[in-house]
């Protein structure tokens, strides 16, 4: 079965103290993985697509990389206003059935001044 | 910029009723869906349109109706509510499906009593 597994589940972090948030994935057909981030009350906003191993993308603080088993959402020197729930969703391109999105269950992040 | 609507933004039910969660985007684009999302769990998708006139079940289309008219709606009708009914539901919208990057609403939350 395909799973999306992201860790830690919640992430208390102090102003300014780096971390890296973990996507880790079993899938067959891999097309590519997106990063969304999902403030309280409101729809995922998307941040990052990456399609393969070694590609590496940079926002601001935060940087999303790949490995052909997972993937990192490392952030750098954080804000308050970096709190959010984090998620990861892989594409797939399962044989014989049509392409699919594969949601991780979210991260979230506190991130306190 | 008015994006990906969605209204209502609460709703609240009870068991054996019927509604429509509206949802419409202003980006032409061809590809819309709907996800619900659950404490514990990541977005599962309930149905998608690939273009007016095009619909197919996601991973959870049980109790869920869609159609899609027009390019620019994407109606969700739940029947007769049942309290597993009782989430919150995701509007998204993107050019050509799951290979690209969502465009996500705001959300309804519904509650089934």
């Known amino acids: 079965e395909d799973q999306v597994t992201q860790s830690p589940e919640a992430l208390r972090l102090q102003e300014g103290e780096s971390s890296s948030l973990n996507c880790s994935y079993t899938v067959s057909g891999l097309r590519g993985l997106f990063w969304y981030r999902q403030d309280p009350g409101k729809g995922p906003e998307f941040l990052f697509t990456l399609y393969s191993a070694g590609e590496e993308k940079e926002k601001e603080r935060l940087k999303a990389t790949l490995t052909k088993k997972e993937s990192f959402l490392h952030i750098t020197a954080p804000k308050p206003e970096d709190s959010a729930t984090y998620l990861c969703a892989v594409q797939l391109s399962p044989q014989g059935g049509s392409e699919k999105l594969v949601f991780g269950k979210g991260m979230k992040l506190t991130v306190n001044p | 910029n008015a994006g990906v609507t969605q209204t209502p933004k609460f709703q609240v039910l009870k068991t054996g009723q019927s509604m429509t969660l509206q949802c419409a985007q202003d980006m032409n684009h061809e590809y819309m869906s709907w996800y619900r999302q659950d404490p514990g769990m990541g977005l599962r998708l309930i149905h998608y349109s690939v273009g007016a006139g095009i619909t197919d079940q996601g991973e959870v289309p049980n109790g869920y109706n869609v159609s899609r008219s027009t390019t620019e709606d994407f109606p969700l009708r739940l029947l007769s509510a049942a309290p597993s009914q009782t989430s919150v539901y995701f509007c998204?919208?993107?050019?050509?499906?799951?290979?690209?990057?969502?465009?996500f609403g705001s959300g309804t939350q519904l509650s089934v009593l």
């Open positions: 998204a919208s993107n050019r050509q499906g799951a290979g690209e990057k969502l465009f």
